[in-house]
């Protein structure tokens, strides 16, 4: 198994993020499996070094009923699903268990950053990032554009549809420069606040991810992503001007169509946090 042999040869050596390398790209391209007690609630460790929260997951659920019998079963996760889990749970450390045993703990900003890169690696032939018009997307937008003042952190919001195409996944994708350190706590006070106070998510709705790139660290991300004709929420936070591009400008149609639908859904559904999504 591929994340068998690359944990395997981790052991021993320093952790680094390049070192971990190997790791990473197999997490993203095999998933992991995460332990679950009876009534479904996932497990958080604490890490054995510096107490920070901890998310387990093992290589395969053999190795998680082996190594985990206290768990009652297993999540099987992709990297986009990981990602939001740890974000459900504020977890800092993905402790990954190997068949024999063995066991790294890698901080899950790492995860987050390997992403990045893999999604804008091959022009984007892996994860595939498009405008769209759907009306959660346009609620995203227009919510950023009336709260973006509130947070000098962030300096721009892409908004677009995500399609990994290895796997088929979709989900909304919002996309933020930040100032601050990594993992960002402005964009996911930012991301809290756009969708428990300013959106509905409905059953139907799809998943909304949210990745913070460091304006310096992910330059080149940064200037990709201007590129490629998404939406756009851009701030000077120096004069409080904020610049919203989008093609729902070419056709307002879709943009009308969108915010409609979405005032609609929010007086007919209470709100939903987007963690529980499914």
């Not at 190594?67 to 450390?93: F, K, N, S, W």
Request: include cysteine.
């Amino acid at each position: 198994m591929i994340l068998d042999a690359a944990l395997a040869d981790l052991q021993g050596k320093g952790i680094s993020e390049t070192g971990a390398e190997r790791v990473l790209t197999a997490v993203i391209d095999q998933g992991v499996f995460v332990p679950a007690r009876d009534d479904g609630s996932l497990y958080l460790l604490l890490h054995a070094e510096n107490g920070t929260p901890t998310l387990p997951a093992c290589v395969s659920e053999a190795c998680c009923a082996e190594h985990l019998p206290d768990a009652a079963g297993t999540v099987y996760c992709d990297a986009m699903r990981l990602m939001d889990i740890a974000r459900q749970v504020g977890a800092e450390h993905l402790l990954l268990f190997a068949s024999d045993g063995s066991s790294v703990a890698i901080p899950l900003p790492w995860l987050f950053d390997a992403m990045a890169q893999r999604g804008q690696q091959g022009n984007g032939q892996r994860l595939k990032l498009t405008w769209s018009t759907h009306p959660l997307a346009v609620a995203l937008r227009d919510a950023s554009s009336r709260r973006l003042r509130e947070f000098p952190n962030i300096h721009c919001v892409w908004v677009s549809q995500a399609r990994w195409l290895d796997t088929g996944s979709e989900s909304l994708m919002v996309h933020m420069v930040v100032d601050d350190e990594l993992p960002s706590s402005a964009s996911q006070r930012f991301m809290q606040a756009l969708l428990n106070e300013e959106l509905t998510i409905g059953e139907e709705d799809p998943m909304i991810s949210a990745l913070a790139l460091h304006q310096v660290t992910h330059a080149a991300d940064i200037a990709n992503l201007d590129r490629m004709g998404l939406d756009t929420v851009r701030i000077d936070h120096s004069t409080g001007r904020i610049e919203v591009i989008s093609q729902t400008y070419d056709a307002p149609e879709a943009a009308e169509a969108g915010r409609r639908a979405h005032a609609e859904q929010r007086s007919e559904k209470p709100p939903r946090r987007w963690w529980q999504r499914s």
